[in-house]
């Protein structure tokens, strides 16, 4: 069975530009959250779709960042705007449910803002 | 901010157990604990978790006190390529609307040596 996909593992994008994450849960899997780690700090959540809707997004940073999960499954989060402090590590993550459950993560996607 | 206190940091020989604490003072009685780790750069990886009971799979064991303030987790054979940061995590409850959103911390960075 496939784990958490994310695309791609590297981007190099200029500030100003638009950059488009995509996570591929493990199938079946009804939770979505997408987390972060910007260079010398923790991994933050940014947040948590069940299946199409967003369940809670208290994590994302600005309007410049937006999530979609249309038909609940794959998800993407674009960025636009980029800017110089979004460079990072970004981490998608799925469960089945809510509770009594682990959250299974890709191996996150690289993103360079130059 | 995190809910879980640990060590920064931690060494432990290869071949001998490691055992990494966690404080959680404040834990409800329906919340659960939870360890990660992440290897280098790559995603986290889950490791174990329990509510009261002590829990063992293929990767570890978990010990939660009697009282649940605190527990240690223990990799009963550790090997060099268990370096890596630990994280012990008790997840916002869903029964309060916080759904499983982890809350990493600094962790615990673990260092297995020969």
């Known amino acids: 069975e496939a784990g958490v996909t994310q695309f791609p593992s590297h981007s190099v994008i200029e500030k100003g530009q638009t950059v488009t994450l995509r996570c591929d849960p493990i199938s079946g899997h009804d939770n979505l959250y997408w987390y972060r780690r910007v260079m010398g700090k923790e991994i933050k959540f940014l947040l948590h779709?069940?299946?199409?809707?967003?369940?809670?997004e208290s994590g994302m940073p600005n309007n410049r960042f937006l999530a979609e999960r249309t038909g609940g499954t794959y998800s993407t989060l674009k960025v636009q705007p980029a800017e110089l402090e979004d460079s990072g590590v970004y981490f998608c993550a799925s469960s089945q449910g809510l509770y009594n459950t682990e959250a299974f993560f890709g191996q996150g996607t690289r993103l360079t803002v130059v | 901010d995190a809910k879980t206190t640990q060590p920064p940091s931690m060494d432990c020989a290869e071949g001998r157990a490691a055992n990494l604490p966690c404080n959680h003072s404040t834990i409800s009685g329906n919340e659960y604990v939870y360890w990660y780790r992440q290897i280098h750069s790559q995603g986290p990886q889950y490791i174990i978790h329990?509510?009261?009971n002590n829990e063992t799979n293929e990767m570890a064991s978990l010990i939660i006190t009697e009282d649940r303030k605190s527990s240690t987790l223990i990799l009963p054979h550790a090997t060099l390529r268990d370096t890596a940061v630990y994280y012990c995590i008790v997840p916002d409850n869903i029964l309060t609307g916080g759904g499983n959103k982890l809350t990493f911390g600094t962790g615990t960075q673990l260092k297995v040596e020969l």
């Open positions: 329990g509510l009261k």
């Open positions: 779709f069940v299946k199409e809707s967003k369940q809670d």
